[in-house]
Structures are given as C-alpha cells and as structure tokens.
C-alpha cells in the first residue's frame, strides 16, 4: 500500500503560478512512476505530467513549457510546479503513484484560475 497527500492548490488569477506537492508512504519502494493528473468538472480524469523512477519526464502538450514535475527523493514527494497559469487549467489535481501492485490515487487537491 501507498498513502499519498496532496497539498498546495488555491485560487491564482490567470498567469500566476502554483506548485503542488505530493508526499508519499507506505510500500514507496514498490514505486516506479509518480504523475500528476486532474480533472475538470464534466470532464475525464487526464494525466498532466509524469516522472519515472529514473528520472524521465513526459507531459500533456496543453501544459509543455508552463508545468514541471520534480521529485524530492530524501523526502519522498513529487512536486508540479505550475506556470502562466489558464482558466481552463482549473480542475481538481490528483496525484498518482505507480507500482507493480496497482496504481494509488491520493485525495486531490483543488486549483482554480480565476480573476
């Protein structure tokens, strides 16, 4: 089992800027990718960015050059920080980890872009 907590989201106006975390516990070992993937209402759950346990990087093209995933592995936590942010990128964002017994999902957390 992998516990995941997100934290970080808010209200931001239009080209401001968030980061998000997502500390993780648990079988963290078993881990070999952690994501960031959100959904919007009405909408399906889409992956935003991705981050493999050797480092390599893959995001949505709607989010290229404004978005970056990074990881802490001293203190077991990814990170997405979010740049020249849009309306349309409000959406509640989960965080996701991947391991050889399943996917884990952490609660989600909350960004709306707004004047």
């Known amino acids: 089992q992998v516990q995941l907590v997100e934290s970080g989201g808010g209200l931001v106006q239009p080209g401001g800027s968030l980061r998000l975390s997502c500390a993780a516990s648990?079988?963290?070992?078993?881990?070999?990718?952690m994501g960031w993937y959100r959904q919007a209402p009405g909408k399906q759950r889409e992956s935003v960015a991705i981050i493999t346990s050797g480092g390599t990087t893959n995001y949505a093209d709607s989010v290229k050059g404004r978005f970056t995933i990074s990881r802490d592995n001293a203190k077991n936590t990814v990170y997405l920080q979010m740049n020249s942010l849009k309306p349309e990128d409000t959406a509640v964002y989960y965080c996701?980890?991947?391991?050889?017994?399943?996917?884990?999902w952490g609660q989600g957390t909350q960004v709306t872009v707004s004047s």
């Open positions: 996701n980890a991947a391991t050889v017994h399943g996917g884990f």
């Open positions: 648990g079988s963290i070992f078993n881990i070999y990718a």
